[in-house]
């Protein structure tokens, strides 16, 4: 059971102007990076993009702030060490799925299945959807077609919609795509990034829940409201 000083942190010089700037600087950005987080983790989209071989909308905790917040972050996890520490394991499950995206990956680009497989739909497509096969692409040199596909795949995208210069060729040919990604050829580095990506979703809850008590009971305590002021009502 949680106490009273485990959920508070230690006690410390700060009062209602410091909570006034947590609030503003570090709940604030925080919890809504970890929103977004959620959301995209809860559909298995790890936001991978195969050009930078990052997550793109998934990083560490202190990268949802503004740069010049960062410090009343340190500040903040000085006085509760708890969150800290799971701030540590939320960055460690990132760059682990991360780490497990890009093995995927290269293992993907390299399978023979989805090679034939890229290569049937290529000769395929120009006939079935009436265009070049790449113009399906956009401007993206030729070179970076299969990775496009294989990020969609690692991504566990499902339909695209009309803006996307590759929906009308993904939408029809995502199915014939699956089996590739779905046998036991990728299994290993399948379940290796939905094992990864469920410990950043439960570590994600936990210091959500984490946040919102601190910013709950420094609120009580202090008499500070979570925003300070509206400036326009809808």
């Known amino acids: 059971m949680k106490t009273k000083s485990q959920t508070v942190g230690r006690k410390g010089s700060y009062g209602p102007n410091i909570v006034r700037a947590w609030f503003d600087t570090v709940f604030l950005y925080a919890l809504r990076g970890l ?20 997550l793109e909308y998934l990083g560490p905790l202190a990268e949802h ?3 010049a917040a960062r410090e009343n972050l340190e500040q903040f996890v000085s ?15 990132e760059h682990q799925l991360e780490v497990n995206c890009r093995a995927y990956l290269a293992a993907l680009l390299e ?6 497989t890229f290569q049937s739909v290529a000769s395929e497509a120009p006939h079935a959807l009436g265009r070049d096969f790449s113009s ?7 070179a970076d077609f299969m990775a496009i596909l294989a990020e969609y795949l690692i991504n566990n ?16 040919y995502r199915l014939r795509f699956l089996p590739v990604v779905s046998g036991p ?12 990506g469920r410990a950043m979703l439960d570590v994600v809850e936990e210091l959500t829940s984490l946040f919102k008590d601190a910013r709950s009971e420094l609120s009580l305590r202090f008499d500070v409201p ?3 002021e509206i400036n326009s009502v809808r």
């Open 79 to 93: 006085f509760f060490p708890q969150i800290g520490t799971k701030i540590s394991g939320h960055d460690i499950c």
């Open 185 to 196: 050829g990728l299994a290993p580095f399948r379940e290796a990034t939905e094992r990864s």
């Open 136 to 142: 399906h692409f956009g401007a993206s040199p030729e």
């Open 226 to 228: 979570y925003v300070s």
């Open 35 to 54: 929103d977004s987080e959620r959301d995209f983790l809860t559909k298995r989209n790890w936001t991978f993009r195969f050009h930078t071989r990052t």
């Open 157 to 172: 995208i499902e339909g695209l919609p009309s803006a996307y210069s590759t929906a009308e060729l993904w939408n029809r």
């Open 111 to 116: 399978f023979e299945d989805f090679q034939k």
């Open 65 to 67: 702030l503004p740069v």
